[in-house]
């Protein structure tokens, strides 16, 4: 009786465990899949023709030394991303520009807050 009581307890521990490392792989696979959307938007949104989603470093300034944007580019981004994922970017809120890293972070956020309110 108290071995089937531990064999339980186990089996629901596992299962816990299972199902926690399912949903974080999960999550961070879509996390990649928005993050190479990004870039594919980023691309096609500013005319970027020698640039492909692998040259976009993940962690890389998009201004400045990194990719070289500047402030029209990004309202020409920030309309893009508006329309490909339904996300409002405000003008006071720049970090969310910092990297693909962080509008990737922003947008996944934006959605969980969506689906939520649903």
């Not at 307890?9 to 299972?18: D, E, G, K, M, S």
């Not at 070289?68 to 520009?97: H, M, P, Q, R, Y």
């Amino acid at each position: 009786m108290i071995c089937a009581g531990i064999f339980d307890i186990t089996i629901a521990i596992f299962l816990q465990l299972y199902y926690t490392l399912k949903s974080l792989g999960l999550r961070q696979y879509q996390m990649e899949a928005v993050k190479q959307r990004v870039k594919e938007v980023i691309i096609s949104a500013l005319e970027l023709e020698d640039v492909t989603p692998e040259d976009i470093v993940d962690s890389a300034p998009l201004f400045g030394e990194g990719l070289g944007l500047d402030s029209i580019d990004a309202l020409e981004l920030g309309l893009a991303l508006k329309k490909e994922f339904g996300v409002e970017f405000s003008s006071d809120n720049t970090e969310n520009f910092a990297s693909v890293n962080a509008l990737a972070e922003y947008i996944t956020a934006e959605k969980a807050k969506d689906k939520k309110n649903d």
